[in-house]
C-alpha cells in the first residue's frame, strides 16, 4: 500500500483529500464593456490634440501655418513662404552656423532620435533589460520625459517607476547601451526618481589618436593626454598628486606615461621639470633615455634611484618647513616625476625581500609625502589585486585600462565606479590606450582614449629636447 508520509515531496498523492466533484476555484473573466474601451481611446485622442501645441510647439505651427496659408491664400503664397523660410534658413546657418546647428539640426536630429530609437524600441528594451515589469502595463514603465542631443551623444532623461531606483539603472547601463546600439551608456542621477541616460551617437575612441602637438605652456595641472568620449581633450594632472595607470598587457600603459612624457618636453627643456625613469623591462622607456635626467633598470639601481628619490623629497621638505606650503616648478626646485613601469616587479615578483621592501618603503614614502614638495609617482602596473600592489591606495589618481575582471575595475577606480559605467574589463584588446579615469570634481569616470606616442615619434622628440643643457649637470650618484 502506498504511504503519503514516506513519500517525497515531489511525489505526486495518488489520492487526493479533495473530491473530485468539490468546487474549484477560477479566476474569474471580466471582460471591459466595449464602451469604456471606446470612451477611453477617445479621451485620449482628445488629450493628445490639446496638449499638441504644447508638447511639439514648432511641428504643430508649421503644420497649422501651412494649412491656413493654403486656405486663405493659396499654392502660390505657399510656395513663396516655403522659399523664403528656406532662404532664412540657409541665411541662418551662414551667418550664425554654431547657433544654427544647436537649434535647429541638433533639435531635429533629437526629435529624429526621440520617434525612431528611444520610442520605438524604449518598451521592449527596458522589459528585457530588467527595468520594466511587463508588456502590457504602461504604468510599470520608466518614462521618457525629454530627447536632447550633443554633437556626440543623445541625453535621455527619464522618470523612474515608483519602487526602482537610479541604482537599478546603473547596474543595467550595458544592457541599454546593447538595446539601443550605443558604444556605452553612463547614468547621471538628478534625483530619487529622475535619471539622465547618455548614449553616445558614435565611439569617438574607436580609432587610434596620433601624438598630440606639443603644447607651448605646460600646465602640470592639465597635461593634454588624448581624447574624452565627449570629443574634448583628456587632460590629467601631474602636480600635487600621484598617478597609477593599471591594465593588463597590451592595454596601452606604455600610451599613458608617453604622453605625459610629451606633454611635459617644454618643461623637461628649461630645467623646471625632471623625469627619473624606471624601467624594469628595458622596453618601454629605454628610448627615450636622453630625456631623463636619471634612469635606472636593473632592481639594484632601481631602488637606488627611489631611496635617492626619498632623500631629495626630504631635503627638500625640511627646507620647506614653515617657509613654504606648496611647490612652484622652478629650474633650482624641479618638479620631479619619477616614472615606474611595471611597478609590481619591484613590490611584488623579485625574488630578493630586500629589494621588494626597499622599494615599497621608498614607493611609500614618496607617495605619502612627495605631493606638496613636488615629487610625483607615475606608475604602471598589470595586476591590481591587493597581494600584487597593497600601495596603490597611496596614489590619488588612477586610470584604468582593459583589465581582466569587473571587480578589478573597483580596486583600481574606487567603489561604485563600475557600477556607474567604468566597464574596464570589457574594453577590447583592439582598442588599445582606451580607459576609464575619475575627473576631478565628479564621481562619473570617463571613458578616455590617451594619444599614441610611437616610436617615430620619441626619436623625434629626442632629437629635439633631449639631453637638455639642465639634465647633463644632474650627477648620477651611481644609478645606470
Ligand atoms: N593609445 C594607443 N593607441 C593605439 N595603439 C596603442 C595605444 N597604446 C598602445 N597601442 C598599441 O598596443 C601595443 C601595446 O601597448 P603597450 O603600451 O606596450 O602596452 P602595455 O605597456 O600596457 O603592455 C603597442 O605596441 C601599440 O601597438
Ligand atoms: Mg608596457
Known sequence: MFNSRNAGATQVQPTSPVPAHAIRFRTPVVETPAVFLITRWVWRLLRSVVLAPFRFPVAVSTVAGVVATVHYLGWVWLSLGVALSGAGLAGWWWRWPLSFRSLVVLRALATWRWLWVYRRHWQPVLVVAGLAESYQERQYLPQVKSVTCSEWADRVRVRLVAGTSPADVENRVVELAHGFAAPSCRVTVLGPRDVVLEFPRRDLLAEPLDALPIPDEVDLCALPMGL????????????????????????????????????????????????????????????????????????????????????????????????????????????????????????????????????????????????????????????PRKE?????????????????????VDMVLGEDAHERGANAHLITPDVPGVAFVRLEGSPIPVRVRAAYVTDDDIAAMVAEYGPSPGLRSVPGEGVA
Not at 591606495?393 to 578589478?408: G, T
Open 228 to 383: 574624452r568620449e565627449d570629443g574634448q581633450t583628456w587632460r590629467m594632472r601631474l602636480h600635487g598628486t600621484h598617478v597609477l595607470t593599471v591594465g593588463v598587457t597590451g592595454a596601452g600603459k606604455g600610451s599613458v606615461i608617453w604622453s605625459a612624457i610629451r606633454a611635459l618636453l617644454p618643461a623637461i627643456d628649461d630645467g623646471t621639470v625632471r623625469v627619473w625613469a624606471i624601467d624594469p623591462k628595458r622596453m618601454e622607456l629605454s628610448y627615450g633615455r636622453p630625456l631623463f635626467a636619471r634612469y635606472a633598470d636593473s632592481a639594484e639601481t632601481s631602488v637606488a634611484l627611489l631611496e635617492s628619490a626619498v632623500e631629495q623629497m626630504q631635503q627638500r621638505a625640511a627646507r620647506y618647513a614653515g617657509r613654504q606650503r606648496t611647490h612652484t616648478a622652478t629650474a633650482d626646485d624641479p618638479f620631479v616625476v619619477v616614472i615606474l613601469d611595471e611597478v609590481a616587479f619591484l613590490t611584488a615578483y623579485h625574488p630578493d625581500r630586500d629589494i621588494r621592501r626597499r622599494a615599497e618603503n621608498a614607493i611609500a614614502t614618496l607617495t605619502s609625502q612627495g605631493r606638496s614638495v613636488g615629487f610625483c609617482v607615475l606608475a604602471a602596473l598589470q595586476d
Open 388 to 408: 600584487v600592489m597593497n600601495l596603490r591606495n597611496l596614489f590619488p589618481d588612477k586610470v584604468a585600462l582593459r583589465l581582466d575582471e569587473a571587480s578589478q
